[in-house]
């Protein structure tokens, strides 16, 4: 069963097709008007209106088809190439595809054979018997071996069934590692337009409707053609007069078949749907169940998960209703089938154009052609399905990154200054931020940029690090521009500590040599000297693990947003970068807390000689830094010495330090 798609859907309800409000939720698809019984449908009368309530009620997939005048010879190709590197193991799956189907189909040619040997006015003389009647009689003298037979052809099933599982999962292994090398090389740019969550069903359910299209569906697809052609071939061998009904007759079931097929998996898809807005608002409320608690909200959560259930419980009883009918169409049909077969095939052989062998026969091909017609069906969706979800796959794998992982000029320090020169810049789908930003950074000093909020602090880091391009203007490092130097060298030389850090689930050795380009090569005195200079080894030495205690998701489960942070200067510190910059490291902690990440930071530029960087820090680091750049609308407004921006009365520092935006404190550790 597949994984319900986040992807968007039209907004209109699954039962009543009226327009339906954004909600929420943006995969639910339900209104409010109360729902549809399918009595009422069941009730109508006019087969206009039934046609048109059946194509609402299966129109919509959530991941639909591509159809085949839209799929092109090079996406067969490309997906052919996804199993090529398991050609071995799909063509021995074919060949036990091949020894397992032609078994089943030669029995029941045998077992009608064998019932005409129990009739002696229809035996044989000698010299006039068949391979066939001769292969009934020697199964009719060693039953054994028609078990074995039969053992020989489950065992090539079951050995076609183990190489196309898994055949399937490692190309979809394949897909989805090569899809998410090539996530990992997009900029910033590509995920600020894209929706994670997106991205992730695309990796995950995209990737496993692909593999099972070339592995598993390709070969039941292989099967059902192969029993088709097969038992057709030999109910005209058998019986050409008794193919007359049956042409009348398969068609019939063939249509049944489709018709609740594309029926029920509209049902699972609702079923699918349901389940995955029942289990969001679990997922959500429980991950923030301190909040839930908090706010005694405990009884309005269970009545909003209930109705979720509530709407599981809808989709089940019209479930319920159609496959009754579908179950019942199938046995009438079925019966129907039969009846008609058996019914010709009697009168035939009242007539001796037809012995019961051979009757016997026919039902049993007459049944693996319908069943091989269905499964054909199944197959032909199945594959468009997947050459949909590869086109999206592909999308993703084809999308050139704007800025590369490696390549360009590998320099190993800062020796002058770092410039930016008539910097423009806009994030996607956003307004201007910088208009005309030009400013040095001298090497080996402290710079502090500060500024009203939205003024585009954090986005001078952004911009240091290259994780987007300036759209106008050029930043220089040492006369080089940063285009041209190796993205991800240049990462290196700087650490970085952001204002919310993320720290990983693994240990807190792990999370402090993320950033080491060979963590392997990290030595015990390295580590800890970062905790030293982090002011973060005492707290990490009260574990009773110590730089091996496991951290939970994104370090919320044992650790205060002080150690947090404190854990974030270390893993900045472990590489000995060139340059450091500090993104608002304390604005989001308590007092507590902020006093001791401050420390860890005065201790830090005691001293240094690194090139570094404060973004909005309060002003006990402030204050010494070398200089200050203050932005305002775009562009740099002021830049100095603290003293001297002090000494702008009507100046947008002076200002900001009167709103107390910056914070006066200038403790003394």
């Not at 030495?541 to 650790?559: A, D, N, R, W, Y």
Request: glycine share 8%.
């Amino acid at each position: 069963m597949l994984p319900v798609s986040i992807l968007g859907a039209p907004l209109h309800c699954i039962k009543c097709g009226i327009l339906n409000l954004p909600t929420s939720s943006t995969a639910r698809t339900f209104c409010s008007i109360p729902r549809h019984t399918v009595l009422n449908v069941v009730r109508i009368r006019t087969p206009k209106f039934l046609r048109k309530e059946l194509k609402r009620l299966y129109s919509t997939d959530k991941r639909p088809a591509l159809k085949f005048r839209d799929a092109s010879w090079d996406q067969f190709k490309r997906i052919a190439r996804l199993a090529f590197p398991y050609k071995r193991r799909i063509g021995l799956g074919l060949l036990f595809l091949g020894m397992g189907s032609s078994v089943f189909l030669c029995t029941p040619h045998i077992l009608g054979k064998l019932i005409d040997e129990f009739d002696e006015s229809k035996k044989k003389k000698p010299g006039e018997e068949d391979t066939a009647l001769k292969a009934a009689r020697f199964f009719k003298e060693n039953p054994w071996a028609l078990v074995l037979v039969l053992i020989a052809g489950a065992g090539a099933i079951a050995g076609r069934s183990y190489c196309m599982h898994t055949a399937g999962q490692l190309i979809i292994n394949d897909l989805r590692t090569n899809v998410f090398g090539r996530l990992l090389q997009h900029d910033m740019a590509f995920f600020d337009k894209n929706r994670v969550g997106e991205i992730v069903s695309r990796l995950s359910s995209d990737a496993l409707v692909v593999g099972q299209a070339v592995s598993t569906n390709l070969s039941d697809g292989l099967r059902s053609l192969f029993t088709i052609c097969g038992s057709a071939g030999l109910m005209i061998y058998t019986s050409p007069a008794l193919c007359a009904p049956v042409t009348i007759v398969i068609p019939i079931i063939v249509g049944t078949f489709y018709v609740f097929g594309k029926i029920q998996r509209k049902f699972t898809l609702q079923m699918q749907e349901a389940v995955a807005g029942a289990n969001s608002v679990a997922t959500e409320r429980l991950s923030n169940i301190k909040t839930v608690r908090i706010l005694a909200a405990e009884k309005r959560e269970l009545e909003a998960y209930k109705e979720k259930i509530n709407q599981i419980w809808e989709i089940c009883k019209r479930e319920g209703v159609f496959k009754g009918i579908m179950f019942g169409s199938f046995q009438l049909t079925g019966y129907l089938a039969i009846t008609s077969v058996l019914f010709y095939g009697t009168h035939l052989i009242s007539r001796g154009l037809l012995t019961y062998g051979e009757l016997s026969s026919f039902c049993l091909y007459a049944a693996l052609c319908v069943g091989g017609l269905s499964s054909l069906s199944t197959f032909y969706n199945e594959l468009m399905k997947g050459l949909g979800a590869s086109q999206r796959l592909f999308q993703l794998a084809d999308e050139k990154p704007t800025i590369p992982l490696t390549g360009g000029i590998k320099i190993n320090d800062i020796v002058r200054e770092i410039r930016f020169e008539g910097v423009a810049f806009s994030y996607p789908e956003r307004d201007q931020i910088f208009n005309d930003v030009s400013f040095k950074i001298p090497a080996g000093k402290i710079t502090a940029i500060v500024g009203p909020s939205g003024s585009g602090k954090s986005t001078v880091a952004h911009l240091l690090l290259r994780l987007y391009n300036p759209t106008q203007g050029r930043i220089l490092v040492d006369d080089h521009d940063l285009k041209e130097l190796d993205p991800s060298h240049w990462r290196r030389m700087i650490g970085t500590v952001p204002q919310e850090p993320v720290l990983f689930s693994t240990t807190i050795w792990d999370n402090i040599c993320y950033g080491a380009e060979n963590p392997h090569l990290i030595t015990n005195a390295q580590v800890q000297q970062a905790g030293v200079q982090s002011n973060s080894y005492e707290f990490i030495k009260t574990f009773p693990k110590g730089f091996q205690t496991v951290i939970g998701e994104s370090g919320h489960s044992m650790l205060s947003g002080g150690q947090k942070q404190r854990i974030a200067i270390a893993r900045a510190l472990i590489t000995d970068p060139k340059m450091l910059i500090l993104d608002e490291a304390t604005s989001a902690l308590d007092a507590t807390s902020e006093y001791l990440v401050r420390k860890a930071l005065n201790r830090l530029l005691e001293n240094n000689k690194k090139t570094v960087i404060i973004i909005a820090h309060r002003l006990s680091t402030i204050k010494h830094a070398d200089q200050i750049v203050v932005l305002d609308r775009g562009s740099v407004a002021e830049l100095g010495t603290f003293d001297e921006l002090m000494g702008i009365k009507d100046g947008i520092f002076h200002k900001l330090v009167e709103k107390q935006a910056i914070g006066w404190r200038d403790d003394k550790f």
